[in-house]
């Protein structure tokens, strides 16, 4: 069936570091990509997403893009904030009979 | 501004207690879900309901019923709390489209003492 696989965390920086969080996913087809997070005391929210191979998805100034050949969609910023620090799910959206698949999350510390 | 709203943030109850945890979307969604979340097993999917009066079993159902009696509310009951039920449960929505992205609730912390 369709899976996900993140990178364990925790994963701590200091501020202004490059930031790579690596997804890998198993599906039928060729479904859309997410990227969602959480920061502490809330819900995921969508974070950035990516429609078809090729495409990147960018936000807040986070990066992924869609590798069909690799499978792969992988997170990255080039300079992350303390303000960044949450937890990082990389996600696939619902289809058909099938509920969303999310990773078991990253956790991301940045530390001043 | 669209809404998943869970009804409580934090709930303390104690063991052998039933418990409602309710959520409410304002989207017109066919489709939510119950997760629960603990630490280092991310998300874990309890139930699911793609219609009214429809639910699904996810990974982990034991304990716990759900009730979807109005497109809007997606309840979850535990029957009989017991301690390893503490934990984070999260709540989402999506709609019936393919390919959308899901819109969660702020979380119940449910401690069971």
């Given amino acids: 069936g369709d899976s996900v696989t993140q990178m364990e965390g925790p994963v701590t920086l200091s501020e202004e570091a490059f930031l790579t969080i ?3 996913y198993t599906a039928t087809g060729y479904p859309s990509l997410f990227w969602y997070v959480q920061y502490p005391g809330e819900g995921l929210q969508l974070l950035l997403k990516a429609t078809k191979a090729d495409d990147k998805g960018s936000n807040k100034g986070f990066e992924a893009t869609y590798r069909k050949e690799t499978t792969s969609f992988h997170l990255e910023k080039g300079s992350v904030q303390v303000s960044d620090s949450a937890v990082y799910f ?3 959206p619902l289809s058909g009979n099938t509920p969303l698949v999310f990773g078991k999350g990253t956790r991301l510390s940045v530390i001043a | 501004d669209v809404k998943v709203t869970q009804s409580s943030r934090y709930l303390v109850k104690r063991t052998g207690e039933k418990v409602f945890l309710e959520c409410v979307q304002d989207m017109d969604h066919e489709n939510m879900f119950w997760y629960r979340q603990d630490p280092g ?6 139930y699911f309901s793609y219609d009214v009066k429809m ?3 996810g990974d982990i159902p034991e304990g716990y019923s759900v009730s979807r009696e109005k497109k809007e509310r997606f309840s979850l009951i535990l029957e009989s709390a017991s301690t390893n039920q503490t934990s984070m449960y999260l709540c989402a929505s999506v709609t019936g489209l393919k390919n959308t992205e899901a819109f969660f609730g702020q979380g119940t912390r449910l401690t069971v003492v």
Avoid: D, V, W
């Fill in chain 2, 41 to 46: 097993l991310g998300l874990r999917l309890i």
């Fill in chain 1, 90 to 92: 990389c996600a696939l």
């Fill in chain 1, 22 to 24: 690596n997804c890998t």
């Fill in chain 2, 55 to 57: 639910k699904e079993k």
